[in-house]
């Protein structure tokens, strides 16, 4: 079982709609957990971090936590086209991040 | 001024050079690291250190070397390129601030160095 899981594939969603990303983990004492945004070509750029079970809110993005079910989401309230990019889960744990594939969003005018 | 800058951006080179990609970083952090990029494959660790006394083997350091000159400057050495070095290259800084929970520790990245090994 891969650490970080990201098995959707690319995610089309209409502008204004709410976009809905999720990410599984193998390791139960991770610590904290990210959502980076990264447009092609370019550095990931951190859009959440989150570290205790629950939501988290900042602006047009929410995320959630599970620890017992071993997963953490985002969602893109609004969704609008510069949100078009590849969305990267990663998980701390053992000192380092691992990281999921990503989940490539296309936000459709 | 970007906080983590990397150089050189892009560079092509051949089969058995020898490539340096350095890591500057302006925003104080302790911690610093080194990934690849590979289409499908998503980010892999290659070395860590959290300070200039300290260096770490990620998962893929085969074929790899690193260097931290200071707390600013992290190098990466190939010392003999190979064609499936060929990657998109991550500088990452992060600030440990200590054991409390809410601090977890988030690694902000450089703008990358796209290598081609030919």
Redesign the interface.
């Known amino acids: 079982q891969k650490e970080v899981e990201q098995n959707s594939g690319p995610l089309s969603v209409p502008e204004g709609a709410i976009a809905s990303l999720n990410c599984t983990y193998s390791d139960r004492g991770s610590?904290?957990f990210?959502w980076y945004r990264q447009y092609s070509?370019?550095?990931?750029?951190?859009i959440m971090?989150i570290?205790?079970n629950g939501d988290k809110e900042d602006g047009r993005f929410t995320a959630q936590l599970n620890k017992a079910s071993q997963y953490v989401s985002l969602l893109i309230r609004d969704s609008q086209p510069s949100d078009s990019a590849t969305y990267?889960c990663?998980v701390?744990g053992n000192?380092?991040?691992a990281?999921?594939?990503?989940n490539q969003v296309v936000v459709i005018p | 001024d970007a906080d983590v800058t990397q150089t050189p951006r892009n560079r092509i080179t051949k089969t058995g050079k020898r490539i340096m990609l350095e890591c500057s970083q302006t925003k104080g952090h302790d911690r610093m690291y080194w990934y690849r990029q590979d289409p499908?494959?998503?980010?892999?660790?290659i070395y860590?250190s959290?300070d200039v006394k300290d260096i770490n083997k990620?998962e893929i350091s085969d074929g790899y070397s690193v260097s931290r000159q200071a707390q600013a400057k992290f190098s990466l050495s190939l010392e003999s390129a190979i064609p499936n070095q060929t990657a998109?290259y991550?500088c990452a800084t992060s600030d440990f601030g200590g054991w409390d929970?809410?601090n977890?520790?988030?690694?902000?990245?450089?703008?990358?160095t796209?290598l081609t090994v030919l």
């Open positions: 610590q904290s990210f070509g370019k550095s990931p750029e951190l971090s570290y205790s990267l990663a701390k000192n380092r991040l990281f999921g594939k990503g | 499908g494959l998503g980010l892999r660790l860590y959290f990620g998109l991550f929970p809410s977890v520790d988030t690694q902000y990245f450089g703008p990358g796209r």
